[in-house]
């Protein structure tokens, strides 16, 4: 997984990282023989060489972040952190146990903890391929234990309700949050590399 803060398009961003990432784990030689299509529903692919490795991007309000995994859907989601009725948000979209606990944080830390719940919620769909349509935002995510999260590497948890969805610890980046998730088993080697030269 890759995260760059940018300045400028966004969209134009969120390719020319995930290309660079792509190329990186290829060799950097390989970047002029990968582009990016979209299979029916609008999911990005990879063309050219690495044509099965899952793909998944994110982007928004001056930030991107990209993943990849040669062992399954993955998905990825990011959001700058900024004022948001987050009480009121989750008490119209999320389960109660997330309102719950939400309104249990102190009122400086929900807006972050409100969006990490949405990007959670948006990898997890991400990942399998249906984004937040169907009931999306009811999904049941693992809560953390601690708020705000202390980063410890994308330690993955089982998705409650949903066998082989794994969706990683809550993460913190330069004013951001963002969430990793992935069907059938969360890969192994998880790495973020952050790159402020898109």
Do not use: N
């Amino acid at each position: 997984m890759a995260v760059s803060a940018v300045r400028g398009p966004e969209r134009e961003a969120a390719r020319g990282l995930l290309l660079k990432t792509a190329a990186g784990m290829l060799g950097a030689s390989e970047i002029g023989k990968l582009d990016i299509g979209h299979r029916p529903g609008g999911r990005p692919h990879l063309i050219g060489a690495m044509t099965d490795t899952h793909i998944s991007v994110s982007h928004g309000r001056g930030v991107v972040a990209v993943a990849l995994s040669p062992a399954g859907p993955v998905g990825v989601d990011i959001e700058a952190v900024r004022p948001v009725p987050a009480l009121a948000l989750s008490r119209r979209y999320f389960p109660a146990t997330e309102s719950d606990w939400l309104g249990g944080l102190p009122a400086p830390d929900r807006a972050a903890a409100f969006l990490w719940l949405w990007t959670a919620k948006e990898a997890i769909g991400k990942a399998r391929g249906a984004g937040l349509r169907h009931g999306g935002t009811r999904q049941r995510i693992p809560l953390p234990g601690v708020w705000p999260p202390e980063f410890a590497g994308l330690r993955p948890a089982e998705v409650p309700g949903s066998p082989g969805v794994w969706l990683s610890e809550p993460v913190r980046w330069a004013g951001c949050v963002l969430a990793l998730a992935a069907v059938g088993q969360m890969p192994r080697a998880v790495s973020i590399r952050t790159d402020g030269s898109t």
